[in-house]
């Protein structure tokens, strides 16, 4: 059974921060892939992130392309979404997950946090 437990978000205003972390216990080594997704009220869930844990390879949605840094770190068996210059539409539930297939469709993921809230204001 693989746990993951997120922390990080909350409130901030446009053009502010965020860093989200995400604990994974158990064992994980069967995941090649973990990833970031979020999803707004009205909408579907989507992939924000995805990181390769073998190499870090790295893939990011359009919409957060340069604004947003996916990164691991092994050692705390931690996985970390950085958020810079953020803003309303922004706004969501996000969730770390675990998968097997390495992409940004939630289908490929088996495990998932309970997700954080991060609101974005103007």
């Known amino acids: 059974q693989v746990q993951l437990v997120e922390s990080g978000g909350g409130s901030v205003q446009a053009g502010g921060s965020l860093r989200l972390s995400c604990a994974a216990s158990?064992?994980?080594?069967?995941?090649?892939?973990m990833g970031w997704f979020r999803q707004a009220p009205g909408k579907a869930r989507e992939g924000v992130a995805r990181i390769y844990t073998a190499d870090r390879t790295t893939d990011y949605a359009d919409s957060v392309k340069g604004r947003f840094t996916i990164s691991q770190d092994n050692a705390k068996n931690t996985l970390y979404l950085q958020m810079n210059s953020l803003q309303p539409e922004d706004t969501a539930v996000y969730y770390c997950?675990?998968?097997?297939?390495?992409?940004?469709?939630?289908?490929?993921?088996?495990?998932w946090g309970q997700g954080t809230q991060v609101t974005v204001s103007t």
């Open positions: 158990g064992y994980t080594g069967r995941y090649y892939c």
């Open positions: 997950a675990a998968g097997t297939l390495c992409g940004l469709l939630p289908s490929y993921y088996n495990y």
